[in-house]
């Protein structure tokens, strides 16, 4: 039986040990795996004897290997029978030995905090508005009137807000062109405020074909430090001058962008599909609140070690995805001017949020005790099947066979947080947003 020496905050220490019957037998595994690589005189390669390497090597040459051989079974086995929940690698420290006793390992090992849980039941939360307003779909049917505009050239008079240009322009700072400061027939919304402070009203009241100079300040919160605050000089010539002309939203108009006939009809479609857009960001927002007001009760002592893996995970996950479109993640702080260890700073705030918002979903399920039944996991694979090959039905069969008799404890995990989640948002109080709230 293995037995907690003590325990640290968050760091649990114990021992290990392997007897030396078990070291005998691995080290003999180990030299039949190895034996092929000793160069031993008087021997074919492969053909000499343990104690002949050990005596030509040094006694405890399988030593180590033997060791490895044995102890990450006996690690997982203390760790199943200890029912330590562990977040970091272990540290691994071997007391002296000698040959035909038994090895002590000493272990430690960070396991998850200890959480206490404040009022997880009823929390208030901002109410979040799910209304559909007129004006969000009229808003939709100016999109398409823009996306189907006809682009009309200008070149009778002189350009005004409103009117998308196309330019060429050099930028310097002190004198000397910057990185991303020079770039040609560049498309420009006049009043779109696209550019920084100034730009795009230097261009105001310029004709076609006229070169000119603008001054202009960077922002002192610009993205690129280097030009935070700078006074810089762009060189403009304005290459053309454009207006759009805006088709007019009738039934003709309609048939032409739309399987719908109507204008009545196209709208109806979209607020329909606003109204699903809508309730489903509203119920992401309010799991959100719901969560963060949960993390406010917490207490906690956080080990850095859950965020600093949390943040090395997002980071993976990001140079995956990035590298799947064909950017690498260096590129992208290349083109952030950050290191990694300045872009994980960035990310710290809210990836310790994100830790701690786990570690209260945890809680919750740990004080509730929600559970998940067999007959839940089938209809969840059940479901994710047709929603993935609603048309084949021998493939939603497979893929149900493979939920169900792959990684059910993931499956079981997330059906279980799921839970817990619902049960927290179904219990909290909405009350009246502010005012700024129901702007945002």
Known sequence: MTE?????????????TISAEEIKKAEMDVYKKNKSYFNVPGFRKG???KKI???????????????????????????KELDLDVIDQPNVDIEEFNRGEDVVVNIDVEVKPEVKLGNYKGVEIEEVPTEVSDELIDNELEKERHLNARKINVDDRA?????????????KVDGEAFEGGTAEDQELELGAGNFIPGFEDGIVGKNVGETFDIDVKFPEDYFSEELQGKDAVFTITLNSISVEELPEVDDEFIKDISEFDTVDEYKEDVRKKKTEEVENSAKNIRV??????????LEVELPPVMVENAMDEQIRNMDYNMRSQGIALEQYLQMLGQSLDEFKETMRDDVEQEVLRSLAVEAVIKEEGFEVSDEEMEKEAKDAAAKYFADDEEKQEEMVKTMLEGNTEMLRDDLIRRKAIDFLVDNAKEVEAK???TEE
């Open 53 to 79: 390497i050990e005596n030509v090597y040094g006694d405890g040459i399988f030593f180590e290997d033997a060791i490895n051989e044995v102890l990450p079974k006996m690690y997982e086995e203390a760790i």
């Open 159 to 171: 350009a005004k807000e409103g009117d998308k240009v196309n330019i060429d322009f050099a930028g």
């Open 288 to 297: 959100s609140r719901v969560l963060d007001k949960v993390v406010e009760g």
């Open 47 to 49: 053909k000499a004897p």
């Open 435 to 437: 005012e700024e709230s």
């Open 4 to 16: 907690i020496k003590k325990q640290e905050k968050n760091k649990v220490y114990f021992d290990l």
